[in-house]
């Protein structure tokens, strides 16, 4: 691929922060066309570096997403499989909870099944990087037989969608993922 020109690349950085900023106040559905307003440009443009919604969302959120990724590479080691698997959670849970449009990103991303192919969407990142924590638990039985990672993903983005407008989202989101790590039963002795 050849390189960009230098104004290709200046309206790309101009139109990844705008994008940034709407999706921060404006969540996953930021309108493509007042980024495009805002970032002084068509929406042509807009379309030219962002195919779709779904590769903008991805540009959003590319660093956040590769720290989590980061932070369960350097989790895999741990001794305590459940503990490394629950901080990595807890942080995905965090995020998602916190980053507003994240959890949505990730939902859409689930939902476009795994035949639509998203070379780098958040979820397959997310799954590809929390995958050896959650077979390094199975294997050590601090998880329930039959647990895949996607169900985990799919706990914390419905956990992180459930209190998006709580006045602390990550407090709470944490408190729930709690209860959901601890189950709603109390331990029969």
């Known amino acids: 691929m050849p390189a960009q020109r230098a104004d290709a690349r200046r309206n790309y950085a101009r139109l990844l922060a705008v994008a940034e900023e709407a999706v921060a106040t ?4 930021a309108s493509l066309e007042e980024i495009a307003r805002v970032a002084g440009v068509g929406s042509a443009t807009v379309r030219r570096h962002f195919p779709s919604r779904h590769a903008l969302l991805e540009a959003v959120f590319r660093e956040r997403v590769e720290a989590l990724c980061a932070r369960a590479r350097e989790l ?39 035949d639509v192919a998203h070379e780098h969407c958040c979820s397959a990142q997310l799954t590809e990087a929390g995958d050896p924590l959650v077979r390094r638990a199975l294997d050590d039985g601090a998880l329930a ?4 990672v996607a169900d ?13 407008h709580h006045p602390d ?21």
């Not at 404006?26 to 559905?29: I, S, T, V, Y």
């Not at 503990?83 to 991303?109: F, N, P, Q, S, Y």
């Not at 985990?152 to 998006?164: D, F, P, W």
Request: glycine share 14%.
């Open 26 to 29: 404006h969540g996953a559905d």
């Open 76 to 114: 895999t080691g741990r001794a305590d499989t459940r503990a490394a698997l629950l901080e990595w959670l807890g942080a995905v849970t965090a995020d998602a909870a916190t980053i507003r449009g994240l959890a949505v990103a990730l939902t859409r991303d689930r939902a476009a099944g795994p």
């Open 145 to 148: 037989p039959g647990v895949t």
């Open 152 to 164: 985990l993903l799919a706990l914390v983005t419905g956990i992180a969608l459930a209190t998006e």
């Open 169 to 189: 989202p990550a407090a709470e989101a944490g408190r729930l993922l709690g209860l959901t790590v601890a189950g709603i039963s109390p331990h029969q002795g």
